[in-house]
C-alpha cells in the first residue's frame, strides 16, 4: 500500500462548478423532455377530456331575441331571481307598477304594448325579449291590444326580499304631450 498519497474529499458536481449533474447537456436533455411531452398532448384528442351526459333532459320554454344589445344589472347585495310565466288575456293590462331590480322578459305569444313614463309606447311581438328598468322612475304599463292571448316568461332580478312588483300611479299621457 502506498503511503505518500493523500485522500481527497470527495466532490459533487455543483461544488466542482458544474451547472448541474448532467451540466449543459442536462439541460438540453430535459427541455427536450418537457417540450416533447406538451407537444404530444396536442395530438391526444379533446373528447378525451369530455364527457357525455347522461340522465339529463331540458326543454326550452321559450326563446326571444333581443332588438340591440341587453344591460343586465343585478342588485348590489342578495339577489332574488325569480322566473315566472305571465299571461294578458285580450283587453286586459298589468297597470302601473315599478320594479326595484331588472326584468328580463320573452315574448312567448301574442304582442305586449307597454307604455312607458315618458309616454313613448313600446310594441313587443311574439319571439322578441327586452330588459325592463328598475326603480320608480321606470313606471310603465303592459297592454295587450290583440285578440290572442300575451303570454310572457319573465326572470326577476330583485333585491332580496323585494316584491316582484310595486303599484305606481298612473301618468297623465293626454297632459305630457
Not at 28 to 48: D, R
Not at 98 to 103: C, D, E, I, K
Request: aromatic share 6%; glycine share 14%; hydrophobic share 30%.
Amino acid at each position: 500500500m502506498d503511503t505518500n498519497t493523500e485522500e481527497l474529499p470527495m466532490r459533487t458536481g455543483r461544488q466542482q462548478g458544474w451547472p448541474g449533474r448532467w451540466g449543459q447537456r442536462g439541460r438540453l436533455v430535459k427541455v427536450l423532455v418537457i417540450g416533447g411531452c406538451v407537444a404530444g398532448l396536442g395530438f391526444v384528442p379533446s373528447a378525451a377530456v369530455a364527457t357525455p351526459g347522461s340522465g339529463v333532459s331540458g326543454t326550452v320554454v321559450a326563446q326571444g331575441t333581443s332588438p340591440g344589445k341587453l344591460k343586465v344589472k343585478a342588485p348590489k347585495g342578495r339577489t332574488d331571481v325569480t322566473f315566472r310565466t305571465i299571461t294578458v288575456e285580450p283587453g286586459g293590462s298589468t297597470g302601473w307598477h315599478t320594479h326595484r331590480g331588472q326584468l328580463i322578459v320573452v315574448v312567448k305569444s301574442g304582442t305586449l304594448t307597454r307604455t312607458l313614463d315618458d309616454c313613448s309606447v313600446e310594441v313587443t311581438p311574439a319571439g322578441t325579449s327586452f330588459i325592463e328598468p328598475s326603480g320608480t322612475k321606470h313606471r310603465h304599463i303592459g297592454r295587450n291590444l290583440g285578440t290572442e292571448p300575451v303570454v310572457l316568461w319573465v326572470t326577476y332580478l330583485l333585491p332580496q326580499g323585494s316584491e316582484l312588483s310595486y303599484d305606481a300611479d298612473a301618468v297623465d299621457c293626454g297632459k305630457k304631450k
